[in-house]
């Protein structure tokens, strides 16, 4: 094995820095061919006797990913030269090269070339490293070639003309991407291949955009990168992520650090071609151009006429704070973006825009796409399949944005499916929030016990498991559910003290850590609610059945237990892994029903009045000592079980029961905080809940002084007190501001201890000094995480090695904030989602709020609904025309010119929601005022 | 950082369980009792012995065994970037101190009562693992100059990186955040005489590592003694004629 000859690269690093490396060249790597009698094949994946192997180079790479994604193209040698490149180049594109490689079903071989004794070149002298590269892969093909045979058939694909030139004169056969996917015979994957500027030029006549003369630059220059570095030395740029209007797709915001403050920018022109989330370079403009008229429209540009604000769920938390701040203010720094310092590109869904005059059939069209997303622009892409395209969700990549092109250029992906469709339309959701819904490999399937599962003797021998099957224990869960992790018992103790008990699913001892279940679990981060289904974080045997805590079946358990006094005082706590038998699996509505049953008195009954009488004085204690109660305007949908449309939609209601359980698992959450803390001061897994910013509750108190509520935000506690007091003239008063105050919380977050002081670990809504979750480890990796720390704290495990690197633990706390964001985001589109399906039949007059004035028009909350959307006062087309009415802002009032009309914020009024279709196949929700109340 | 590729492959070639290609040169310094270089791959290190001789300063002469003095050095050139490197910071201290010691452990002190014995290591390129390079070069020099010892001192260095156990890191891997243990052992006695590790892992993993760097240290040892050999061969002929 130690067969090796010494070469020496040099390399040049940062300064005039020499760097020697040793490079070993080796004669044992395989070739991968199945077929190979010399190689050890014992990885091998090609089949040298189907047909042709591919060879391609770095830019087929970088250009094509998606054509290689395509599952049409195998039998492919990836040479470790083409990777490396490609990874110095774009790491995105090289990871998603090298999950393409490690799919068995697809056969690419990774051919480590540089490696290997007889491909391995030295650079010429006077040859450039590009074409020492060129000549590699070439010499690589040639090796192949000579390697297995004079029958194989090796082909080399490259765009570059020259390489192709020299590969047919070494006699090696060689296609251009284009030649290469004819070959395969499939007219869809011609939209995969991506233009580049070169092919172009020869292979189509018709790029009308593209003459000379026709090249009309719209944006000004991006700056080079050296200026820009040398700008954000001197302090004259700005570095930041943009992040563009959710509401409105022409106004972005870019938080600086530099300037401390966000900087706006407005219109196209300003952004520059910047997407969401690029990183990019402002400048500063002058300030007498700075933002002066306060209150911004609805939607802003006029040119677009598609651009207005749509409909939607109200926002959870702080999202919609940056627009209405950016509204509030007046004399904000604005900017325009100079430059681009790295691009967030990703694939987007959505759809073409229809067109009058589609072309003929297989001829080259170009369409405009417009994505799901709003705060992408539209992308102008090349397609052969336009009238196959047009009604359906499609995925489409971005290439380029040039100066002369209004829109960028991208490429068709692939299909989802006919819009309207609701499938489809979750799809949609799901790609859109980066949800993994594919079905869990084989690899993690393979680590599940084996079905049907039972109780292993050797379980009830373990001395670290608790028997607790005679203890009455019981779950209380919404109808439905049937991933219960969560149980409950309340004895009363013959000394008039109570042992309560919080029984958790044992996730962990059936998720190992480091295995491929484990990874996955991992990487999903959470389980996703959708209206209709619900996409798992672990395999269905272990969430529906293994798992769940189920009536009258043995469950593993990690069970918290206190001796609690009458006064819900706790004396002690206890943590055991345990077994329990679950004797009732209720839902909220019957334990309710039980609860307020006089007649009832059988000892379940009993149970669960106990611990509703202890929750009660907990709740007390906490709200006490200054937790929020917020609201959330949830609503509930009732699906048909065959057609899964919606069939009503409510409010979803809160009972006491709810509430009950929700106090004996933020107990059970703290207790295990902690204790986990406490062993493990470094490698906690935490959830906080930051103070928000008196920037963020501006909004809050502006509405609230307009209708003249006092608010007190200097603590929790005092919020709290005054929202209480906050009371109207009606009963939803209350509610809506809870609503409004709700929105200006900041999100809560996962973190690791170990990167925070402890006076951060603070949770603002709970009011609590430290917080974690620990109760529902089926649908969050976070409370397995927890689980294991908590073994670990006990001694029943070592504390695997991934929870005792720090950075390790940080990257898995921000991947589940991630998830967690982005999984509440899918489960609120597909709730919008099927508001569009439940309106479309059914025009609704309803009762409405006004939650924020705008120049030409409010935007109305519909409580019943739960939907937030814009009425236009003005008429759409005269936007421009403004002094129909008049604004004030301190009052948040707006007034007719007349005198005859006159809104005020959190004013009732009746609207009209229906379903309409500007464009065909586009449906929307669309709002109308009904009656207008006198002045 | 991705230290080994999917292939299997580390940054320059190697498979984890790998070491860099060995080269030794005995008697390099004519005016020397003793003197050998030692190359690990891109390491290169110098030692040179004097002794055993007269102890220079009285007081320091011990009555009943030979007095072992060690002096590491890193020459200005050794790396990239040109810079004077003293012998007396606190590196070179700690370094010198290891070395001796560790010699001490080998050499029979004992039969050399009164006497001095000075080894001076210089690193004449670094690219990783230069303690256990120095300790290499050391052994042979004090070979070359007859110092009776008990057995020969062979050293290796392994690590951790990407959860797999890596023999004999270089530079790159050195600087990649991982443990770096350090091991020397007499391979026909099978003894430790110097286990060093400046960071924290699992026990299990470190007992891997503790393994793979005494493998390690093992293949050092036979060629140390090949290398042994046939400068011997080479005397014998050199006085037969």
């Known amino acids: ?935 | 950082m991705d230290f080994i590729s999917p292939e299997g492959l580390r940054l320059d070639g190697r498979r984890p369980l790998e070491l860099r290609q060995l080269q030794a040169e005995i008697g390099v310094v004519e005016k020397a009792d003793g003197s050998a270089t030692f190359e690990m791959g891109n390491t290169k290190v110098i030692a040179v012995v004097y002794g055993p001789r007269e102890v220079q300063s009285r007081s320091q002469q011990q009555h009943d065994q030979a007095l072992v003095r060690c002096e590491y050095s890193m020459a200005s050139f050794s790396t990239g970037d040109r810079r004077r490197r003293g012998k007396g910071d606190r590196r070179a201290t700690e370094l010198s101190l290891v070395i001796r010691q560790t010699m001490e452990a080998a050499i029979l002190t004992n039969l050399l009562p009164r006497s001095q014995i000075d080894i001076f290591v210089q690193v004449l390129q670094a690219d990783g693992g230069t303690r256990a390079c120095c300790i290499n070069a050391a052994t042979l020099a004090l070979a070359d100059a007859g110092i009776p010892m008990r057995d020969i001192v062979a050293s290796c260095a392994a690590g951790y990186l990407n959860s797999t156990p890596i023999l004999d890191l270089n530079y790159l891997e050195d600087s990649g955040g991982g443990p770096d243990l350090t091991v020397a052992l007499f391979p026909k006695l099978d003894k430790v005489s110097l286990l060093q590790m400046d960071s924290k892992i699992p026990l299990d993993v470190f007992e891997k590592v503790m393994n793979l760097a005494s493998e390690g240290a093992k293949a050092v040892a036979q060629f140390i003694r090949e290398k042994l050999m046939e400068n011997t061969k080479q005397l014998v002929l050199a006085k037969g004629r």
């Open chain 1, 1 to 935: 094995m130690l067969q090796s000859k010494s070469f020496v690269k040099k390399t040049r690093h940062g300064k005039v820095l020499k760097v020697v490396r040793e490079h070993y060249l080796r004669d044992d790597i395989a070739c991968g061919t199945i077929s190979c009698t010399v190689c050890d094949n014992s990885k091998a994946c090609l089949s040298s006797s189907s047909g042709q192997i591919i060879v391609f180079d770095t830019n087929v790479a970088l250009h094509q990913i998606g054509l290689l994604e395509n599952a049409a193209v195998s039998n492919v040698v990836v040479l470790s030269l083409v990777l490396e490149e490609v990874k110095n180049k774009n790491i995105g594109v090289y990871n998603r090269l090298r999950t393409i490689c490690s799919n068995p079903s697809r056969n690419f071989f990774v051919f480590s070339n540089e490696n290997h004794r007889e491909t391995y070149i030295k650079g010429l002298a006077g040859e450039s490293p590009n074409d020492r590269n060129d000549r590699a892969i070439r010499v690589a093909s040639k090796w192949y070639h000579a390697h297995l045979g004079p029958t194989s058939k090796i082909v080399l694909v490259t765009d570059d003309a020259e390489n192709r030139r020299r590969a047919l004169a070494e006699g090696i056969v060689a296609l251009s991407v284009h030649e290469y996917v004819q070959t395969l015979g499939n007219a869809e994957l011609l939209d995969l291949i991506i233009r580049t500027g070169s092919e172009e030029a020869q292979t189509t006549g018709d790029a009308e955009d593209l003459r000379p003369s026709k090249r009309k630059v719209i944006y000004p220059e991006h700056k080079l990168m050296s200026e820009i570095t040398s700008g954000l030395h001197k302090g004259i740029y700005h570095q930041g992520k943009l992040r563009v209007n959710r509401y409105n797709g022409f106004e972005a915001t870019v938080s600086s650090e530099s300037i401390g403050e966000e900087i706006l920018i407005q219109g196209r022109m300003d952004m520059n071609r910047a997407f969401d989330g690029d990183v990019v370079a402002v400048e500063l403009l002058p300030e007498d151009q700075w933002q002066a008229n306060s209150l911004g429209k609805i939607a802003e540009d006029a040119d677009e006429d598609d651009n207005e604000e749509a409909v939607g769920l109200v926002p959870d938390v702080a999202e919609a704070v940056t627009d209405t701040v950016a509204a509030g203010r007046a004399g904000r720094p604005r900017g325009r973006v100079i430059g681009i310092i790295k691009r967030n590109w990703r694939q987007y869904c959505g759809s073409l825009d229809p067109m009058l005059n589609s072309g003929g059939a297989g001829g080259f069209v170009h369409a405009l796409f417009s994505a799901a997303d709003r705060r992408i622009p539209r992308i102008r892409i090349q397609t052969r399949q336009f009238a196959n395209l047009v009604n359906k969700r499609i995925i489409v990549a971005v290439d380029a944005w040039d100066r002369t092109m209004r829109y960028p250029a991208g490429h068709y992906v692939s299909t989802i499916g006919d819009i309207g469709d609701r499938d489809t339309e979750s799809e949609v959701i799901l790609l859109e929030n980066d949800v993994n819904n594919k079905p869990f490999s084989k690899q993690v399937l393979d680590c599940l016990p084996p079905l049907p599962w039972s109780l292993a003797a050797e379980e009830l021998q373990n001395p670290n498991r608790r028997d607790l099957r005679h203890i009455r224990v019981f779950s209380v869960d919404p109808p439905g559910c049937r991933d219960i992790d969560d149980a409950l018992h309340c004895t009363l103790r013959p000394d008039g003290n109570y042992e309560v008990g919080v029984h958790i699913a044992d996730v962990t001892n059936f998720v190992l850590p480091d295995t491929p279940l484990d990874e996955e679990a991992s990487k999903r981060g959470t389980s996703v609610y959708l209206v209709e289904r619900r996409i798992d974080m672990l395999p269905k045997p272990l969430t529906e059945d293994i798992c769940s805590l189920r009536a009258d079946v043995e469950r593993l358990t990690f069970s918290v237990i206190w001796e609690m006094t009458p006064e819900a005082e706790i004396l002690s706590t206890q943590f055991t892994k345990a077994i329990i038998k679950s004797c009732a699996a209720m839902s909220y509505a019957e334990a309710q029903a039980r609860m307020d049953d006089s007649r009832l008195s059988d000892p379940l009954t009993v149970d669960l009045r106990n611990m509703n009488r202890l929750a009660k004085i907990m709740r007390k204690r906490r709200i006490d000592r200054g937790a929020l109660t917020l609201a959330s305007p949830e609503v509930k949908f009732e699906i048909d079980s065959e057609t899964h449309d919606p069939l009503d939609v409510g409010m979803y209601q809160i009972r006491e029961a709810n509430q009950m359980i929700e106090e004996f698992m933020l107990a059970a959450n703290v207790s295990v905080a902690e204790k986990i803390f406490g062993h493990f001061s470094q490698f906690s897994m935490l959830r906080r809940h930051p103070v928000p910013t008196p920037k963020m509750l501006e909004p809050l108190l502006l509405t609230a002084a307009a209708v003249a509520v006092d608010l007190d935000i200097s603590s929790s506690k005092a919020l709290a007190d005054s929202l209480d007091r906050a009371v109207g003239g009606d009963p939803y008063f209350n509610k809506l501001i809870r609503i409004l105050a709700t929105r200006c919380m900041t999100q809560a977050l996962y973190f690791s201890s170990g990167d925070l002081p402890p006076p951060e670990f603070h949770h603002y809504g709970l009011a609590s000094p430290i917080y974690t979750h620990f109760t529902s480890p089926i649908r969050r990796y976070a409370d397995v995480v927890v689980h294991r720390l908590l073994a670990a704290a006990l001694g029943l495990i070592k504390l695997p090695a991934g929870l005792r690197d720090k950075a390790l633990l940080t990257t898995v706390a921000d991947n589940l904030n991630y998830r967690h964001r982005n999984a509440q985001m899918a489960s609120r589109a597909s709730v919008e989602l099927h508001t569009l399906i439940f309106f479309k039949n059914r025009p609704t007059d309803t009762e409405a709020r006004i939650v924020r004035i705008k120049s030409n028009g409010l935007i109305v909350f519909v409580p019943k609904f739960g939907i937030e959307g814009p009425v236009y006062l003005t008429g759409k087309k005269d936007t421009k025309d403004e002094s129909d009415w008049i604004v004030d802002e301190q009052s948040q009032t707006t007034v007719s010119r007349d005198g005859k009309y006159r809104y005020k914020v959190l004013d009732k009024l009746v609207i009209h929601i229906e379903v309409v279709e500007p464009q065909p196949n586009r449906p929307k929700l669309q709002l109308t005022l009904v009656e207008q109340p006198n002045a």
